[in-house]
């Protein structure tokens, strides 16, 4: 086994750094039109596309947005499903409000995922992912983790990600209220 010196190291971990603030340079949320570009959690909301919404929201906010669901799924909650854009939403039962909304990188063993993955990119802060991200790209960001789950909060959001390999929720992002 090869021993690396600690300076090594540091630069190592320095590189990374940089790469991923060079990422998150590159992503420019301000020019997207719509929602199949982008999502970006800020302290200031949600941005799908080139609309803004905060969270709890209306159902009629999230179709002016989104367009029709595809379907929908009536479990403990009304589940929303836009299978074109990877994304579903959660409507208490009994109102329209949504309080949570998911983006899908990957989700395919219950009946209300998303037939299709999110075509575009999910920024957390500064934290951008493109695909399902590996658990390493997870911690790389600083979500913690407890027993299955991770989490990151943004201003008054948190977003959750699965945080065990093979799980359900790893590469479906949930953004709600803390």
């Given at each position: ?11 190592g971990l ?22 199949d ?36 799924s009536?479990l ?61 790209d997870?911690?790389?960001?600083g ?25 359900l ?10």
């Amino acid at each position: 086994m090869k021993v690396y010196p600690p300076s090594a190291i540091a630069l190592g971990l320095v590189l990374i750094m940089a790469c991923a603030s060079m990422e998150r340079s590159l992503v420019q949320p301000e020019l997207w039109s719509n929602p199949d570009e982008g999502v970006n959690v800020t302290r200031a909301g949600v941005r799908i596309g080139s609309s803004t919404l905060e969270l709890p929201t209306t159902e009629a906010r999230l179709i002016e947005i989104l367009g029709q669901p595809d379907r929908r799924s009536t479990l403990q909650n009304t589940i929303l499903v836009w299978d074109h854009l990877g994304m579903f939403a959660y409507e208490t039962p009994g109102t329209e409000s949504i309080d949570s909304i998911a983006v899908s990188f990957t989700c395919r063993d219950v009946d209300y995922c998303p037939k299709n993955t999110y075509p575009g990119v999910l920024v957390v802060d500064d934290a951008v992912f493109w695909k399902e991200p590996q658990l390493r790209d997870i911690v790389r960001y600083g979500f913690r983790a407890d027993e299955f789950f991770c989490y990151r909060s943004v201003g008054k959001y948190q977003v959750s990600v699965g945080c065990t390999e093979g799980s359900l929720g790893l590469g479906t992002f949930e953004i709600a209220l803390k």
